[in-house]
């Protein structure tokens, strides 16, 4: 289980200091999958990003089954259990596909095993395994591999910041199916993601609601996702163009 206490983040910028989150508290359950939504600059990524390791917080404990992770660094968590996939993928001049999936399990898997988790995110294994993590693969590409070799951790909490970002409608429709799977065969961990997608909030178990760095809403998603239909924030999502977007 997550747990965060008291948890808070400031930055300085010219005007003073300002506060992206305020005394945040909040758990993520075992075997739950759970989606923190909320307006555009509430704090959705830098709350996933300190709960990696990414960022420092200002102030507050966060604890992974029970033990204070606030001053580990994003190493020590990612052993720890914890996998986390950015909202811009990462590229990587000089590492093929496989080997990230290699780094993923910590194992020297053949390739035939490798091409299971990229067939689990849709893509033809024969035609990237040997592909460098370059800007030769578009935006919808990385994200998908990226999610393979979150899957390829299996970690005890899985994070992913906004994973409907710059990818096509077909990758996202495909995105939600690994999502449910990943959902169903969920076992003594949990998945936190990051998302104003009304399709990725239908899935979850339980929706957190993050804005002006603070907790406006936290319940079981038949409880809180009808409060959201209609409110600036969805609406705007739905007009914002992306592909992955909302059934309008």
Same mark, same amino acid.
């Given at each position: 289980?997550?747990?965060?206490?008291?948890?808070?983040?400031? #930055?300085?910028?010219?005007?003073?200091?300002?506060?992206?989150?305020?005394?945040?508290?909040?758990?993520?359950?075992?075997?739950?999958?759970?989606?923190?939504?909320?307006?555009?600059?509430?704090?959705?990524?830098?709350?996933?990003?300190?709960?990696?390791?990414?960022?420092?917080?200002?102030?507050?404990?966060?604890?992974?089954?029970?033990?204070?992770?606030?001053?580990?660094? #994003?190493?020590?968590?990612?052993?720890?259990?914890?996998?986390? +996939?950015?909202?811009?993928?990462?590229?990587?001049?000089?590492?093929?596909?496989?080997?990230?999936?290699?780094?993923?399990?910590?194992?020297?898997?053949?390739? +035939?095993?490798? @091409? %299971?988790?990229?067939?689990? #995110?849709?893509? @033809?294994?024969?035609?990237?395994?040997?592909?460098?993590?370059? +800007?030769?693969?578009?935006?919808?590409?990385?994200?998908?591999?990226?999610?393979?070799?979150?899957?390829?951790?299996?970690?005890?909490?899985?994070?992913?910041? %906004?994973? %409907? +970002?710059?990818?096509?409608?077909? &990758?996202?429709?495909?995105?939600?199916? #690994?999502?449910?799977?990943?959902?169903?065969?969920?076992?003594?961990?949990?998945?936190?993601?990051? &998302?104003?997608?009304?399709?990725?909030?239908?899935?979850?178990? %339980?929706?957190?609601?993050?804005?002006?760095?603070?907790?406006?809403?936290?319940?079981?998603?038949?409880?809180?996702?009808?409060?959201?239909?209609?409110?600036?924030?969805?609406?705007?999502?739905?007009?914002?163009?992306?592909?992955?977007?909302?059934?309008?």
């Amino acid at each position: 289980m997550l747990e965060i206490k008291d948890l808070s983040f400031k #930055v300085d910028t010219e005007t003073g200091e300002k506060k992206i989150l305020d005394k945040i508290d909040l758990a993520v359950p075992d075997n739950k999958l759970v989606v923190v939504t909320g307006p555009n600059g509430g704090g959705k990524s830098t709350l996933a990003k300190l709960i990696a390791g990414i960022l420092t917080p200002t102030s507050g404990k966060i604890l992974f089954d029970g033990q204070d992770i606030t001053e580990k660094t #994003v190493t020590e968590r990612a052993n720890s259990g914890i996998a986390f +996939a950015f909202q811009q993928p990462v590229r990587f001049k000089g590492i093929q596909v496989i080997d990230l999936i290699r780094l993923a399990t910590g194992k020297k898997l053949s390739a +035939a095993d490798a @091409c %299971e988790y990229l067939s689990a #995110v849709g893509l @033809c294994a024969r035609n990237y395994i040997d592909r460098e993590v370059d +800007a030769s693969l578009s935006g919808g590409e990385l994200k998908r591999i990226e999610i393979a070799s979150v899957i390829a951790r299996s970690g005890k909490l899985s994070i992913f910041d %906004e994973p %409907e +970002a710059g990818i096509d409608l077909w &990758s996202f429709q495909h995105l939600i199916k #690994v999502f449910r799977k990943m959902r169903s065969n969920i076992k003594d961990s949990s998945i936190l993601i990051i &998302s104003h997608q009304e399709r990725i909030l239908e899935i979850a178990d %339980e929706i957190i609601v993050l804005k002006d760095g603070n907790i406006a809403a936290h319940g079981p998603k038949d409880e809180i996702l009808p409060t959201l239909m209609g409110t600036p924030a969805m609406i705007s999502a739905c007009r914002s163009g992306d592909e992955g977007g909302y059934q309008c």
